[in-house]
């Protein structure tokens, strides 16, 4: 069975929501970027779980010259979920903590992505945390709903 087939299979299904070979995760937010942000964050903050950044893409490509359409990154985690990975495989610190994308496309829709920890898990080739990687990824829907 491929990554794709197996993640699939353990996400929550529906027309909003698609995750690729690449393992990404890509939902369509029912709300304006800066609602979507500002949902998730609250989300996050709502569970205990740490907050780290908020990176306008947008505004360091204007700085740099370069024209973006509206791009957030959003960094949060909970070290004591998060650096079990790294106990398992330390090149999982590519993918800790969690990073969530926030986007508006060429028609104004706007998107979350992130990356599938399924797919993170065979990536990093992480088979001893089957439960961590369950409730990140219950933790991650539960956020990610707040904006459908």
């Known amino acids: 069975m491929t990554m794709l087939a197996w993640a699939l299979m353990l996400l929550p299904s529906g027309p909003a929501m698609a995750v690729d070979d690449d393992g990404v995760v890509r939902i369509k937010s029912a709300h304006s970027m800066p609602e979507t942000i500002k949902r998730i964050k ?3 903050a709502d ?3 740490m907050f780290f950044s908020e990176i306008d893409q947008s505004k360091l490509a204007a700085d740099a010259g370069v ?3 509206p791009s957030t ?3 949060f985690g909970n070290p004591p979920l998060g650096t079990l990975f790294l106990t398992s495989n330390p ?3 590519l993918d800790w903590p969690v990073r969530v994308l926030v986007y508006q496309d060429e028609k104004g829709d706007v998107w979350v992505n992130y990356t599938d920890f ?3 898990a ?3 080739g992480i088979m001893d ?3 961590a990687f369950n409730k990140a990824s219950e933790v991650i829907a539960s956020i990610t709903s707040t904006v459908r």
Do not use: M, P, Q
């Open 122 to 124: 065979h990536r990093h």
């Open 73 to 75: 990154l959003i960094v």
């Open 118 to 120: 399924t797919w993170i």
């Open 47 to 49: 569970k205990g779980i």
């Open 67 to 69: 024209t973006l359409r």
């Open 42 to 44: 609250k989300d996050v």
């Open 129 to 131: 945390r089957d439960d």
């Open 91 to 93: 090149s999982a610190g």
